[in-house]
């Protein structure tokens, strides 16, 4: 039987190989020629292979439009289903993102119990993920590969896939937090310590176990203070050092409290 990979997607060329010698010569002797585009009627395991083949050699675009054809030729064929998601595939090597999430969600609206949905969902949180860009820009793509990751590890949390999701979210989130940070800097650059003092403190809250969280924690004692707050302020600092005694975040906050509030800092 042939099988989908359990983990990295680069695997699926491994495990989805040939099903028997006698398949495997039905895609002998392909050419570059015209009878290569998709619009050529053929056999469907002659096709499917020709597209595996495309696939092997580096050629993801046509392999991933072959895919398409083996199954728009062959609806009925046990191989259209494979094909299907090896379409998906196609895609993600080719870094053409938008169409292997859509591919990988057509596959799971026609075979939502089927024993390869785990991939399915895995190569679309996949094909969220890399595309995730810099905090200088708008995360909306951030949030998607967030949300899909987390289905990932909601539905399937016994699977190799919902082990590396997991991996993936932690850096997503360290992402997402990366972006309220900047964004909580820049306001209280434009002097609105109100509107800054709300984004650490979303940082504080929800990516408390990011590598943000001291630094979250340093600004709201810088907010509390230029609002004038000091007690509020101590609070942050405490919290501060209890978590990050050796941190220089700590070392800074104590510095302040003691340049801005020297009684409540010895206290």
Not at 110 to 122: L, M, Q, R, V
Request: glycine share 4%; proline share 5%; aromatic share 10%.
């Amino acid at each position: 039987m042939i099988s989908l990979p359990r983990v990295s997607p680069k695997a699926a060329l491994l495990s989805i190989g040939c099903a028997s010698t006698l398949l495997l010569s039905a895609c002998a002797g392909g050419s570059d020629g015209p009878q290569d585009t998709a619009y050529v009627a053929r056999d469907v395991e002659s096709l499917y292979f020709e597209a595996k083949r495309r696939l092997d050699t580096g050629n993801a675009p046509l392999a991933a439009a072959l895919f398409d054809e083996t199954e728009r030729q062959h609806p009925y064929s046990p191989w259209a289903r494979r094909a299907q998601l090896m379409s998906a595939f196609s895609y993600y090597v080719a870094r053409d993102y938008n169409k292997s999430i859509q591919s990988a969600q057509r596959f799971l609206s026609i075979h939502p119990g089927n024993k390869d949905a785990p991939y399915a969902y895995y190569l679309i949180a996949l094909s969220y993920y890399e595309q995730i860009s810099d905090v200088t820009r708008d995360q909306k793509i951030t949030d998607q590969a967030r949300a899909a990751l987390t289905e990932v590890n909601r539905r399937f949390p016994q699977s190799e896939y919902a082990a590396d999701a997991r991996l993936k979210l932690d850096l997503v989130n360290d992402h997402l937090a990366g972006k309220e940070m900047e964004i909580g800097r820049f306001y209280q650059r434009s002097g609105r310590w109100l509107a800054a003092q709300l984004r650490f403190q979303n940082v504080v809250d929800t990516y408390q176990t990011t590598s943000h969280a001291p630094e979250a924690l340093y600004r709201l004692v810088e907010s509390n203070l230029a609002l004038g707050i000091p007690e509020e302020a101590q609070k942050y600092a405490a919290v501060l050092g209890a978590n990050y005694p050796g941190s220089e975040w700590y070392d800074k906050a104590y510095d302040l409290m003691e340049k801005r509030a020297p009684a409540l800092a010895a206290s």
